[in-house]
């Protein structure tokens, strides 16, 4: 079946234009999350939705980034006034089960390809 | 916080070779462990995991056993290939905070025939 996409792959943009990141995860997945990956770093903890509902914004690192998922299936990440160090991977995965404390927390994310964002 | 600390590469080995990437991780409670991989021009892949103490994760000939008292999840093959280049993420979850992952800064390995 289909794995987790992202869209676009590449993303160039210049300082202070907005961007929009599309993932799309497995169908049924109730647990998405998202995670930013600069240059030769491991891949650090953005957000986390549980179907529709924004349990866990604390890895935003600022408030020009904004993340939703409306409908409980795609997600968008969205950058506001882009700076150069933004420019980074940004990692969607997705989970069948619920996150927190009731949940498995053993059972594997699935990640998506990733978009580059560079911004000049 | 949690961490994870895994040993900087890049590490360069011949074809055969044993390999050891060293992890250590600082968390509370009881963390799972993983290791997640990267092949060139792919996504994050889970290679292996444990989920408690003394556990031993395997897969494709890699190994990493969870140990508590070390605070360990080293990453072992016995007889690398070319086609294992990659980078390599040591990684925890603990039950708190919605299950994220956290990274350590990854391992590059290059594999020379």
């Known amino acids: 079946g289909a794995g987790v996409s992202q869209s676009p792959r590449y993303k160039v943009a210049k300082r202070g234009q907005d961007v929009a990141l599309r993932c799309d995860p497995i169908?049924?997945?109730?647990?998405l999350f998202w995670y930013q990956q600069a240059l030769g770093q491991g891949p650090e903890f953005l957000t986390y939705?549980?179907?529709?509902?924004?349990?866990?914004k604390s890895g935003l690192p600022s408030d020009r980034f904004f993340a939703e998922r409306p409908e409980g299936s795609v997600s968008t990440l969205k950058i506001q006034r882009t700076q150069q160090e933004d420019s980074a991977v940004y990692l969607c995965?997705?989970?069948?089960?619920?996150?927190?404390?009731?949940?498995?927390?053993?059972?594997?994310?699935?990640f998506g390809p990733g978009t580059r964002l560079t911004v000049l | 916080g949690d961490s994870v600390t895994q040993m900087e590469g890049p590490v360069t080995l011949s074809e055969e070779a044993c390999l050891t990437i060293n992890c250590t991780y600082t968390a509370t409670g009881y963390p799972s462990l993983f290791w997640y991989v990267q092949y060139p021009g792919e996504g994050l892949q889970l290679l292996l995991k444990a989920t408690k103490a003394d556990d031993k994760g395997s897969n494709k000939g890699f190994e990493a056993t969870y140990r508590k008292e070390t605070t360990s999840f080293h990453l072992e093959k016995g007889s690398v290939q070319v086609s294992d280049s990659a980078v390599y993420f040591c990684?925890?979850?603990?039950?708190?905070?919605?299950?994220?992952?956290?990274f350590g800064a990854g391992t590059r390995l290059a594999v020379h025939p």
């Open positions: 169908s049924g997945h109730v647990s």
């Open positions: 939705f549980q179907n529709e509902a924004q349990l866990d």
């Open positions: 990684a925890l979850r603990n039950s708190g905070g919605y299950n994220k992952l956290i």
């Open positions: 995965a997705s989970s069948p089960t619920l996150g927190g404390i009731t949940g498995q927390s053993h059972n594997e994310q699935f």
